[in-house]
C-alpha cells in the first residue's frame, strides 16, 4: 500500500427553469464532493471534502468543474485544507518524502453564470510542499469570486511558515483572453518567517463581472478613502486592491490572526448575501 | 572598445535617463506603514558570513564623518531594515522578473545573430508583446504596473534616442561578439551597420506597439530591459546580473533620499550586503524562463538552431522553473503606495 493517492473530481451544473441540477457530480478518493440541499433558485453549493482530513505528500486532486449559462455555483471545504508531509499515523516510505502535494482545478462558467470560490485556507503543515494550480476560463459575462488564502501552520504547535514549499497559481481567462496569472511562491527557508512577519494568514481576492461589481465598488470606495500617516509599527491587518481589467479587482490581505482576516472577508463580501442568502454566506464565511 | 566594459559604464550610470529615480518599489510605503524598525526576535540571517554592517555598532556612523550619524542602535536598526528589505525585494523581483528579462534578450540576440529578414522580425515583435502580455498579467498590483511601464518605455527611448550612432560621425560603436554573433565583429562596418538598423528598427515597432496602446504591448521594465541589453550586445549573463544589481542600488537611492539611511551607509551596504544577495538571487533564478518560448523553441528545433535554451526549455515545468512572486506582504505594501498622505516617490 502506497500513501500517495490520486483522486479525480467533476462537476457539471446547468440551469433546467430556474433550478440548478447537476449532470454529473463525481470524485474519487480522496476527494469527496458533496451537495447539500438548499433553497436558491438558479444556485447549488459543493462542498471539497478529503477523507482524513487532508493531504500528504504525493497526492494529487484534480477537479474539473462546469458551470452552464446562468447558473450558480458555490464551492467551500470544510475546515482548512490541511496538508501533511506525512499521513497522521503513518510512515511513508522515504520515497515519498519529497515528494509534492498537487491540486489542480479547471472551472469553466458560460455566459451569466457565477462562481463563488470560497473555501477556508490552506494549512500547510511543517515540511509540507504543496502546489495548487487554478484556471478559471469565464465568459465574457461570467462571475468570478475566488478566494485563495494560506495560514503560517498550526500555530498550537509552534509553526510559523515552516513548510517546505508552497505555490499557488490562478489564472484568469475571459473570453480567452488572459487578464490574470497570480502566481505565487513561499520557500524561503530559514528567511520566510522574517519576511512574512508579522502575519499568520495571507489572503487573495480576485472578483470578476456583473454579479459582484456591487462588491466591487463598496470596496474600491472604502480603499480610496484610506490615508496612512507615518505608523509607529505594523497595523494588525493590511489590506490593498488594484482594478483588473474592466470589472475586475485583485484584492490581498495579511492579518496577525487567521480569524481577523476571515472577519473582515466577511464584511468585505457582505454584498453577496443577496446573492448567496444569508445561510449559504453565514456558512462560507461565518 | 568593442568589449561589454563600456556597455555596462553606461548601463549602470546613475545618470542614464531611465526614470528610476521616482521609484522606491515599495521602500517608502513599507517605512511609512511601520515596518522594518520593529527589534526581530532573532537576528536577521544575511548570505554574508561576516563583514556586514549588521552587528558592529561602530562600522556605519564611524566611517561618515561629513554626514556624522551617531552609532546608536537606531542607525544600526536602520541599516538592518534597508538591508532586510533589499533582500525581501530582491526575493520576490528576481523570479518574478528575471524570467521575462531572460527571455526577451534570447528572442532579440536570435534575431540579431540570425540576421533574420521582415518576417523574422515581425515574429520576434509578436514574442515581445507576448512576454510583455504576460507580465501584464502577472503584475497584478496596479503601482508595480505604472512603474514597471514607465521606466520600461523610458529604456526603448534610450535605445533609439540614445544609443544610436550619431549622425555624420565616422566612429561607431561595433557591439560586442558575446551572443555567439559572428556578423558584428567578423563581418565589419557593413553588417554592423545591418544589425544596428534591424535592431533600430525593431525596437521603433516595439515602442510604436506600445504608445499606440495595442492590447499587448505595454512596455515592462524587465522585457525592455532584456531588449535593449540584447540590441546593444551584452550577454545574457551580464544583462541579468546588471538588471537585480541596478534594482538593488536603486532602493538604496531611495532610501537615501527617504532620509532614512546616509549615502555612505548606503554604499556600505551595496558592497558589503547587495552584491551577495543579488549574487544569491541570481544562482536561483538565472535559469527561470517565461514559458512563452517553449513552442517557439520546439518549432525552430528542427532546423538545428537553438543551442542551450533549447535544452533548457525542454521540460519546462512552471511551478518549478517559471516566474513567481515570493513576497505577498511586499504587493500589499507596494499596493497601498498611493494611499500615503504624503509621499516622495511615484511607487
Partial sequence: MTSATAGCGRICLALHGSDAIFSELSSTYPLKLLSPRNERAGLAVVYMITYGGGLVSGDSVSLSVDVGPRANLVLLSQGSTKVFKFRPGQRAASTDALQVTTQRMEFSVASGGALFLLPDPVTCFRAASYNQLQTFHLAADASLVLLDWVTSGRKSRGEEWVFARYYSVNEVLVGGRRVAKDVMLLEDGDTLASKLAPYACYATLLLYGPQVQGVIRALTEEYGRISVFKAGGPAGLLWSLSALGDGGAVVRVAGNETEDVRRWLGEALRGLQVVLGTEIFRRALG | ?347
Avoid at chain 2, 34 to 63: E, H, K, M, Q, R
Wanted: aromatic share 6%; glycine share 10%.
Fill in chain 2, 1 to 347: 572598445m568593442a568589449d561589454e566594459t563600456i556597455l555596462i559604464l553606461l548601463l549602470s550610470d546613475s545618470n542614464l535617463p531611465t526614470g528610476s529615480f521616482v521609484a522606491s518599489s515599495g521602500l517608502e510605503s513599507f517605512l511609512k506603514h511601520g515596518f522594518g524598525f520593529v527589534p526581530s526576535p532573532s537576528p536577521i540571517p544575511l548570505p554574508v558570513a561576516s563583514g556586514t554592517p549588521s552587528n558592529d555598532s561602530g562600522t556605519i556612523g564611524g566611517v561618515n564623518h561629513s554626514h556624522p550619524i551617531p552609532p546608536t542602535t537606531t542607525s544600526i536598526s536602520k541599516a538592518e531594515a534597508i538591508t532586510t528589505f533589499i533582500r525581501d525585494s530582491l526575493s520576490t523581483y528576481a523570479p518574478s522578473a528575471l524570467p521575462f528579462v531572460s527571455d526577451a534578450h534570447y528572442v532579440v540576440s536570435a534575431l540579431q545573430s540570425s540576421g533574420g529578414g521582415k518576417e523574422a522580425a515581425s515574429r520576434t515583435l509578436e514574442l515581445l508583446k507576448e512576454l510583455d502580455a504576460l507580465y501584464e498579467a502577472m503584475t497584478l498590483n496596479h503601482v508595480a504596473r505604472r512603474a514597471s511601464k514607465a521606466q520600461g518605455v523610458a529604456l526603448l527611448s534610450l535605445y533609439s534616442k540614445g544609443f544610436s550612432r550619431p549622425p555624420g560621425l565616422g566612429l561607431h560603436f561595433s557591439p560586442p561578439a558575446a551572443n555567439g554573433n559572428a556578423n558584428a565583429s567578423e563581418g565589419g562596418i557593413d553588417d554592423a551597420t545591418d544589425a544596428d538598423t534591424r535592431m533600430a528598427t525593431l525596437v521603433d515597432a516595439f515602442k510604436l506597439a506600445v504608445r499606440r496602446g495595442d492590447t499587448d504591448a505595454h512596455g515592462h521594465l524587465p522585457v525592455c530591459w532584456g531588449v535593449l541589453c540584447a540590441a546593444l550586445g551584452l550577454s545574457l549573463a551580464r544583462t541579468q546580473h546588471l538588471h537585480l544589481y541596478l534594482h538593488a542600488r536603486s532602493l538604496l537611492s531611495a532610501a537615501v533620499r527617504l532620509n532614512t539611511i546616509g549615502p555612505y551607509a548606503a554604499q556600505q551596504i551595496l558592497l558589503h550586503v547587495g552584491g551577495a544577495l543579488v549574487d544569491a538571487q541570481l544562482g536561483k533564478c538565472a535559469r527561470l524562463r517565461t514559458g512563452v518560448l517553449i513552442a517557439e523553441v520546439s518549432n525552430s528545433s528542427t532546423d538545428g538552431g537553438a543551442g542551450t535554451n533549447e535544452k533548457q526549455e525542454r521540460g519546462w515545468d512552471e511551478t518549478t522553473d517559471g516566474p513567481a512572486t515570493t513576497w505577498p506582504l511586499g504587493e500589499i505594501l507596494a499596493a497601498r503606495h498611493d494611499l500615503q498622505h504624503s509621499r516622495i516617490f511615484n511607487s
